[in-house]
Each structure stands twice: as structure tokens, then as C-alpha cells.
């Protein structure tokens, strides 16, 4: 099965959250149970320096009339087939893909990732005489135009699948309408049964229109956005589409979260033998300043810090952390405010509290090894990944049952820990209260040695790995292009 997969972030090139965990998995999974998957990618600077034995594919002029290069090649840090739009004039920039260096999102991104899904379309109707996709899978806002422009490819082309995968509705590609007209695209898309929302230019609805499939990261998300509360006025579309709808959920890529061959931490370890984990530990707390009181549990928090993560909730709550003897090693940037308040609960509390403002891939896989419980209170979460690799190394996820969060983390009741099911800590009401009462009981569960060791053991013996996922995504694509396939 031929299959472009289309994305604005890989792993390790350019990441801002999990979509890069995941745009960097999902192909490798894919082509492991049998598929020909090929990546679509905008040419960040990262992405060009990493592209080898390239070739210019085509010379072509974007429907607004600027010029680009395809070019096809292979992506050395994760062993893929790659095409890559060369246009250093839109792509490298100082800032994040989105945004400049004074957090502005850049005023033409409905050029440069209309462009993505533009390229995509062209790809899938023959682009490269040697590689036609059969299904074009699009990854959020970014790449979403794909589906449109796919949608109206002449009748010659019809039998190109596209699937579109929402990782996070709330971030939706709003653009102005006047931009419209310089996208290519016939008059009628804009419109209520096409783009248009509200008066405006939504990508993130041309994705959820005009797809053959929608997926998105998680079961319960699936059903979520289906809801007036999380659909971000989708949901009447979503409901619309349900047929079409399907949650899967992300796995873990084992290949870089392992904690038996994670070259970022000090000592590996695994379900086993956590020997190494104790060391882990012993090191980061010792390495950070916090006090070596043996029975501590350590808490962990890596994440963006935005609205959606709920850690203004972990703020309300410190206070009974520490004073049941807990520390909490947390890192993450965002909302300037709340990183303020973090760094002040730092200052006040130095051998109980360490907070890491910025962004460290190693310390992130460090924080996760040597971590009890790993926090994850978000509001809403489509999947989640910080919860999975918490338990792929013995940190138990702490989280809200949301989205993903939900799917993955059974509670340490009595119940669930009688029939041998519970791998973490959930809280279900939204709030400081809902949290406290988890967080008493992860206590609670600490102080009993064995019964700590054996949820533990279970957590970090679960198969979190992306086969399952993959064998679900080429159900999909198979059940959307039945017939043999001729290139
Ligand atoms: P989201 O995509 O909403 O941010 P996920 O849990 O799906 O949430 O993915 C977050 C990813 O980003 C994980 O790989 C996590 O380890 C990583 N991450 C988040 N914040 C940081 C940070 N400050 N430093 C390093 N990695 C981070
Ligand atoms: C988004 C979501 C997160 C999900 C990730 C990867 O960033 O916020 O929940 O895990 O995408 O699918």
C-alpha cells in the first residue's frame, strides 16, 4: 500500500508536541507490517540539512505564482523516502514552524502549509512517475488542505484516498477570506459544505470536509469532539461524519523511549530489573539539589505549558505535595505567567521543587526514568504521549480521565488493583480537589512497597508499542482503496 504521509513536524528534526512523535513513528510502523509509506514535508532548515542523495523532482509555480522545488530524497535520521518543498524564502525562518522569535504566528502560513497539502495533491496525481500514492494521510491544520485539494483532483484521479488525522482540534488554522482566492481552489469550496467557518477560512475544517476518513489519536477523543463542549463548533460536522470517524490510538516508539537502551538516561532498566531506575533516581535528584530523603515520591511534569495542560491545578496542590513528603522535578515553556509561578515555587522550596524552563529532549527521557508518577492533569487531551512513556518507565501517569488520558490509565482502586488492571492514578472531576484525592492515593500507594513495585512492574510490561496502531491505520487505508492499484 502506497501511502504519503503529510506532516509540518518529524521527530527529531522539527518538534513542538507529540504530532512530531508521531509523523516519525507512524511511517516507520507502517512499512514494518508491509506498507511503501513516503513523507510530504515542508523544508524547514533542519529537514533540508537532513535530506540526502536529493533530486529535484520538479520546478513548479504555486498557485499564487511563487516558485518551488520538489525535491525527493531520503531522510538520513530515520532511514525514509522523503519529498521536501524547497523554498528557503517560506520555510526558514528564526522562530518555531509557526511562529516568529516574538511568538507571532507568521502572517503568510496560509502559504505556507496551503502549500503542503497543494504539493500532495500534485504528488498524488502523478507528480513522480515512479511513486503514486494511493492514500494521502494528512496530519492536523497543516497539512489539511490536502484533502481539499485532493477532493477536487480531475475524475481520472478519484481513486486517491484521503484521511486526515486530528491530533488537536483547539489549534485550528483560521485564516482571513481574502485569502481564498490565491489557494487554487474552485470558488464553491468556500463555502458551509466546504471551508468556511464563520465567515472565515478554516483548514482544519477543509481536513475534516472534504477527507474520504477522518481519524483521530484516541477512542474517547473520537467522541469527545462529537460534543458542543470540546468540538470548538465542529462538532455538528464531526456528528455529521461520524461514520467516517474513527479513533486510534498512538502508541510508543520504542525505538527512542526504551528504558533498557535509552542512551539519555544514567542506568537502564526495565519491568525486571529497576535496579537502574533506583540509580536514575539517585542521580537526578543529587544532580537538581533536591533532598535525598529515601522514601520521597518524585513527581514528574514534562509538557508544553498552555491552558490545556491543567497545571495551575499541580500549583494549587504543592503545598500538600510537600508536605507528605513529596518533590516534583518539572520542565516545560509556555505561558509565561504560569512559568513565572513555577520558578517562584522553585525559589521557594529548593530541595523539594526543581523547575526547568525550556526544552530538552534528554531531560525529558531523564525526568520520565527517574520519576515515581508523572502528572498529566490536562483539561482535554486528544492522546497524550508523556502519559505512555511514563509508564513505558515505571513512572506512573497521574491524570485526568480525558481523551487519550482516559483510554490509557486505569486508577489504582481497590478493584482495579485486585484484578490486576491498574497502572496509575485518575482523577475524574476537573478540579484541585479531584486531583488531591489522586494524588493521596498514588501517596497511599507509595507506602506500600510491594503492592508500589507490582503496579509498576505491570505498567512497564504493557505493549505500548506502534504495531497496533499501524495494523488499525492500514485497515483503513485498505477498506478505502479496494481495488488493485496501477501506478
Ligand atoms: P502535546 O503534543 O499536546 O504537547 P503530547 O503528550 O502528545 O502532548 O506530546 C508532548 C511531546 O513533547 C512529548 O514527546 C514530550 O516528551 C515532549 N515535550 C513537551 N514539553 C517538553 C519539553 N519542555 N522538553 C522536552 N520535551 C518536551
Ligand atoms: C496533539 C495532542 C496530544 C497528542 C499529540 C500526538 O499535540 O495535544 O494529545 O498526543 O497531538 O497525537
Known amino acids: 500500500m502506497k501511502v504519503l504521509q503529510v506532516s509540518a513536524e518529524i521527530f527529531p528534526l522539527i518538534k513542538t508536541g507529540g504530532l512530531a512523535d508521531v509523523a516519525a513513528a507512524l511511517p516507520v510502523a507502517l512499512n514494518a507490517a508491509g506498507g511503501d509509506t513516503r513523507l510530504l514535508l515542508p523544508g524547514f532548515a533542519p ?17 499564487w505564482g511563487e516558485r518551488l522545488v ?23 525562518r528564526p522562530g518555531t514552524p509557526y511562529e516568529d522569535l516574538q511568538h507571532q504566528p507568521f502572517a503568510d502560513n496560509y502559504r505556507r502549509f496551503a502549500l503542503l497539502g497543494w504539493v500532495a495533491s500534485r504528488l498524488a496525481s502523478g507528480l513522480d512517475s515512479d511513486w503514486r500514492p494511493q492514500v494521502v494521510h494528512s496530519h492536523d491544520w497543516h497539512a489539511a488542505l490536502a484533502s481539499a485539494y485532493v477532493a477536487f483532483l480531475p475524475v481520472q484521479n478519484v481513486h486517491v484516498a484521503s484521511v486526515y488525522t486530528v491530533h488537536n482540534l483547539a489549534y485550528d488554522g483560521l485564516f482571513a477570506p481574502r485569502h481564498f482566492f490565491e489557494l487554487g481552489l474552485p470558488p464553491g469550496a468556500f463555502s458551509v459544505d466546504g471551508l468556511e467557518f464563520h465567515g472565515q477560512m478554516s483548514f482544519m475544517k477543509a481536513g475534516l470536509y472534504f477527507s474520504d476518513h477522518i481519524t483521530t489519536v484516541s477512542p474517547s477523543y473520537a467522541l469527545e469532539i ?14 455529521l461524519r461520524a461514520n467516517a470517524l474513527t479513533g486510534i490510538l ?8 526504551d528504558p533498557a537502551r535509552d542512551p539519555a538516561i544514567s542506568d537502564p532498566f526495565d519491568a525486571h530489573n529497576t535496579e537502574g531506575k533506583r540509580r536514575c533516581k539517585a542521580w537526578l535528584r543529587q544532580e537538581l539539589g533536591l533532598a535525598v530523603q529515601n522514601d520521597a515520591p518524585l513527581f514528574g511534569i514534562v509538557s508544553r505549558i498552555t491552558e490545556q495542560k491543567g497545571l495551575h491545578l499541580v500549583l494549587n496542590v504543592l503545598d500538600e505535595l510537600l508536605a507528605q513528603g513529596g518533590q516534583l522535578v518539572m520542565m516545560g515553556e509556555g505561558d509565561p ?4 509561578a513555577f ?23 531523564r525526568i520520565f526514568a527517574a520519576t515515581d508518577v508523572t502528572l498529566v492533569p490536562s483539561s482535554f487531551e486528544p492522546c497524550g504521549l508523556t502519559q505512555l512513556y511514563g509508564l513505558k518507565y515505571g513512572s506512573l501517569p497521574l491524570v485526568h480521565h480525558v481523551g487519550g488520558l482516559a483510554d490509557t490509565v486505569v486508577d489504582c482502586t481497590l478493584e482495579d488493583l485486585a484484578n490486576e488492571t491498574a ?19 498514588a501517596f497511599a500507594l507509595y507506602a506500600r512497597k510491594a503492592e508500589w513495585r507490582a503496579v509498576r512492574k505491570r505498567a512497564m510490561s504493557q505493549p505500548l508499542g506502534w504495531d497496533k496502531a499501524a495494523a488499525q491505520y492500514v485497515n483503513l ?5 479496494p481495488e488493485p492499484f496501477q501506478n
Open 47 to 63: 529537514i533540508m540539512a537532513d535530506l540526502r542523495a536529493s533530486k529535484v523532482l520538479a520546478v513548479l509555480a504555486a498557485p
Open 477 to 481: 487505508y485498505r477498506k478505502l482503496c
Open 70 to 92: 520538489v525535491r525527493r530524497g531520503h531522510l538520513a535520521s530515520l532511514d525514509l523516502l522523503a519529498y521536501v518543498i524547497d523554498r528557503p524564502e517560506l520555510y526558514c
Open 226 to 239: 462529537q460534543t458542543p463542549e470540546d468540538g470548538y463548533g465542529m462538532d455538528g460536522l464531526l456528528r
Open 343 to 365: 520558578r517562584q515555587r522553585a525559589l521557594a522550596s529548593p530541595q523539594a521543587v526543581s523547575v526547568h524552563i525550556g526544552y530538552n529532549e534528554r531531560f525529558a527521557h
Open 250 to 257: 498512538n502508541g510508543v516508539d520504542e525505538s527512542v523511549w
Open 337 to 340: 505567567e504560569m512559568e513565572a
Open 423 to 441: 497502572n496509575g492514578f485518575v482523577f475524574y472531576r476537573f478540579d484541585a480537589q479531584g486531583l488531591r484525592r489522586a494524588m493521596s492515593r
